[in-house]
C-alpha cells in the first residue's frame, strides 16, 4: 500500500475514534447535566418511613428540582391513598390485595424495595429477654396477663398496639402470633411506630413490637427473642427469625420519570449499603423467603 495513504487512513481512523469518543463523552455528560424535576409525596407504612426519609433526603440533595414529601398513616391509609391518586407513592408492610379490593387494587404496581424485620420489645422493668411463640400468642391475645407467668417480675402485662389498618400488625399477627387475633388495648392504641416506642419505654410492664429500624442505636427498651432467636438482620437473611416481610411502594400505573428514578436510587447497590445500617435487609441477602 502507498506509504501516503496509508498513512491518511490511520490519521482519519485516529480522528474518527477521538470523534466517537468526544461524542460519548458529551452524551454521557448531558445526561447527568439533565435535572430531574418533579413532585413525590408518599403515605403509608411507618415502619418504612425512616428509609424512605434518608432517601428522600440524599435524592433531593442529588435532585434539588425534586420535590419528595413523606408521611405516615399505615400501610392501609397509604394503599388507599395511591389507588385514588392523592399520593404518588403508597407505602406499604403488606401486599395491596390484602387491605384493598380488587377492583381498588388492579390498577397498582408493586415495587418491593426491601426487607424489614419487627422485633418485640419490653419495657427496661420486665427484665424478660426471650419468649417461646406460645407465650407471645398468650401475651397478645390476653390469656396471660402477669410477667410473673413467663418468668418475669409479678407486674401487670401492658399492651401496646396497633390499628387493624397497620401493615406493622398485619406482619406481627401473620409471623408471630400465628394469625391469632390481638386483644385491644385502645387506650394504648397507635398508629405511629415512634409513638409505640415511646409508649413501651414510658410504661412499666409494656411489651409492643416495632421494626428493627427503630431500634437502631436504641437502648431504652428490651428487643425479646422468639423461641431463642433474636431479631437481627443476620437471623432474617439466614431464614432462622421468622417475623420479617417485604416492603412495598406502590405506584397507580407506572411511574413517572422523577418517581422512577427515586425507586431506582432507593433499590440501587450504593444505597443499599446505607440501608443496612438503618436496619432494613436487602431483599437478595434473604437465603430463605418463605416462612
Given at each position: 500500500?502507498?506509504?501516503?495513504?496509508?498513512?491518511?487512513?490511520?490519521?482519519?481512523?485516529?480522528?474518527?475514534?477521538?470523534?466517537?469518543?468526544?461524542?460519548?463523552?458529551?452524551?454521557?455528560?448531558?445526561?447527568?447535566?439533565?435535572?430531574?424535576?418533579?413532585?413525590?409525596?408518599?403515605?403509608?407504612?411507618?415502619?418504612?418511613?425512616?428509609?424512605?426519609?434518608?432517601?428522600?433526603?440524599?435524592?433531593?440533595?442529588?435532585?434539588?428540582?425534586?420535590?419528595?414529601?413523606?408521611?405516615?398513616?399505615?400501610?392501609?391509609?397509604?394503599?388507599?391513598?395511591?389507588?385514588?391518586?392523592?399520593?404518588?407513592?403508597?407505602?406499604?408492610?403488606?401486599?395491596?390485595?390484602?387491605?384493598?379490593?380488587?377492583?381498588?387494587?388492579?390498577?397498582?404496581?408493586?415495587?418491593?424495595?426491601?426487607?424489614?424485620?419487627?422485633?418485640?420489645?419490653?419495657?427496661?422493668?420486665?427484665?424478660?429477654?426471650?419468649?417461646?411463640?406460645?407465650?407471645?400468642?398468650?401475651?397478645?391475645t390476653g390469656k396471660t396477663t402477669n410477667w410473673k407467668d413467663v418468668g418475669g417480675p409479678d407486674e401487670d402485662i401492658v399492651l401496646v398496639t396497633r390499628p387493624t389498618s397497620s401493615g406493622t400488625?398485619?406482619?406481627?399477627?401473620?409471623?408471630?402470633?400465628?394469625?391469632?387475633?390481638?386483644?385491644?388495648?385502645?387506650?394504648?392504641?397507635?398508629?405511629?411506630?415512634?409513638?409505640?416506642?415511646?409508649?413501651?419505654?414510658?410504661?412499666?410492664?409494656?411489651?409492643?413490637?416495632?421494626?428493627?429500624?427503630?431500634?437502631?442505636?436504641?437502648?431504652?427498651?428490651?428487643?425479646?427473642?422468639?423461641?431463642?432467636?433474636?431479631?437481627?438482620?443476620?437471623?432474617?437473611?439466614?431464614?432462622?427469625?421468622?417475623?420479617?416481610?417485604?416492603?412495598?411502594?406502590?405506584?397507580?400505573?407506572?411511574?413517572?420519570?422523577a418517581t422512577k428514578a427515586f425507586l431506582d436510587y432507593i433499590m440501587g447497590e450504593k444505597f443499599g449499603k446505607k440501608m443496612e445500617s438503618l436496619g432494613y435487609g436487602v431483599s437478595?441477602?434473604?437465603?430463605?423467603?418463605?416462612?
Amino acid at each position: 500500500m502507498n506509504k501516503f495513504l496509508k498513512g491518511a487512513m490511520i490519521v482519519g481512523l485516529s480522528a474518527a475514534m477521538v470523534g466517537c469518543s468526544s461524542n460519548a463523552a458529551s452524551n454521557d455528560s448531558d445526561s447527568k447535566g439533565k435535572s430531574l424535576s418533579g413532585t413525590i409525596t408518599a403515605a403509608g407504612s411507618s415502619a418504612l418511613k425512616p428509609l424512605v426519609d434518608v432517601a428522600a433526603e440524599q435524592f433531593s440533595n442529588e435532585n434539588p428540582d425534586v420535590s419528595i414529601t413523606v408521611d405516615a398513616g399505615g400501610s392501609g391509609e397509604g394503599l388507599k391513598q395511591v389507588a385514588d391518586k392523592t399520593v404518588t407513592l403508597g407505602n406499604s408492610d403488606v401486599a395491596a390485595e390484602e387491605k384493598l379490593d380488587k377492583d381498588q387494587a388492579k390498577n397498582l404496581v408493586d415495587h418491593q424495595v426491601c426487607v424489614v424485620t419487627m422485633a418485640p420489645i419490653v419495657n427496661k422493668d420486665v427484665g424478660v429477654k426471650d419468649l417461646t411463640k406460645q407465650q407471645l400468642i398468650d401475651i397478645f391475645t390476653g390469656k396471660t396477663t402477669n410477667w410473673k407467668d413467663v418468668g418475669g417480675p409479678d407486674e401487670d402485662i401492658v399492651l401496646v398496639t396497633r390499628p387493624t389498618s397497620s401493615g406493622t400488625r398485619a406482619t406481627f399477627q401473620k409471623y408471630a402470633l400465628d394469625g391469632n387475633e390481638e386483644a385491644s388495648n385502645a387506650s394504648m392504641e397507635t398508629d405511629d411506630s415512634g409513638v409505640l416506642l415511646q409508649n413501651v419505654t414510658d410504661t412499666k410492664g409494656a411489651i409492643g413490637y416495632v421494626a428493627l429500624s427503630y431500634l437502631v442505636d436504641n437502648d431504652d427498651v428490651d428487643t425479646v427473642a422468639i423461641d431463642g432467636v433474636k431479631p437481627t438482620l443476620e437471623n432474617t437473611y439466614s431464614g432462622d427469625y421468622k417475623v420479617w416481610t417485604f416492603e412495598h411502594m406502590y405506584t397507580n400505573g407506572e411511574p413517572d420519570k422523577a418517581t422512577k428514578a427515586f425507586l431506582d436510587y432507593i433499590m440501587g447497590e450504593k444505597f443499599g449499603k446505607k440501608m443496612e445500617s438503618l436496619g432494613y435487609g436487602v431483599s437478595s441477602k434473604m437465603e430463605k423467603t418463605d416462612h
